[in-house]
């Protein structure tokens, strides 16, 4: 098992040298804020407190409910593990995530979510070239 930084390296040209930092955008053109989590990026680690904690707060922005959310990481390769999940009565509940987007909640009010992002080897599924979390907060509000 590789250093940390022998790990790094074997990431070559296709990730970015900065650690990815999400756009997150309502299909309406509204953008969210994220809030960055911990990660392990170029050789270096940060850990931070959890997604709910991470977003006390935080002014939550205004979508309609059932909205498409979108997710762009900007990377030229795509992760192998991207986790959602919305925080319910303190209790995770994964989120369907596909080809970039998730369905928002259909219930007004705030909704908190947290994701887990990360990059293995190619030749080692066990060894992860970098990895990263965000988290950010919703008001879901009706159309007037």
């Known amino acids: 098992m590789g250093s940390l ?3 790094a390296k074997e990431s ?21 804020p994220a809030v960055q989590g911990s990660y392990c990026w170029g050789g270096m680690c940060a850990d931070y407190a959890g997604d709910v904690e991470l977003l006390e707060g935080k002014v939550p922005v205004s979508v309609l409910v059932g909205e498409n959310i979108s997710i762009n990481l900007s990377t030229d390769v795509p992760p192998n593990e991207f986790t959602l999940v919305e925080y319910v009565n303190g209790e995770a509940r994964p989120i369907s995530f596909r080809e970039g987007s998730f369905q ?32 950010f907060v919703i008001r879901g509000v009706e159309k007037k």
């Open 104 to 135: 928002f909640a259909q219930e007004k009010g705030t909704h908190y979510y947290g994701a887990f992002v990360d990059w293995s080897s190619p030749k080692n599924s066990q060894v992860s070239l970098g990895d990263t979390s965000f988290a």
């Open 12 to 32: 070559g040209p296709n990730l970015p040298q900065e650690l990815p930092t999400p756009t997150i955008q309502s299909e309406s053109g509204i953008s969210i």
């Open 5 to 7: 930084e022998e790990n």
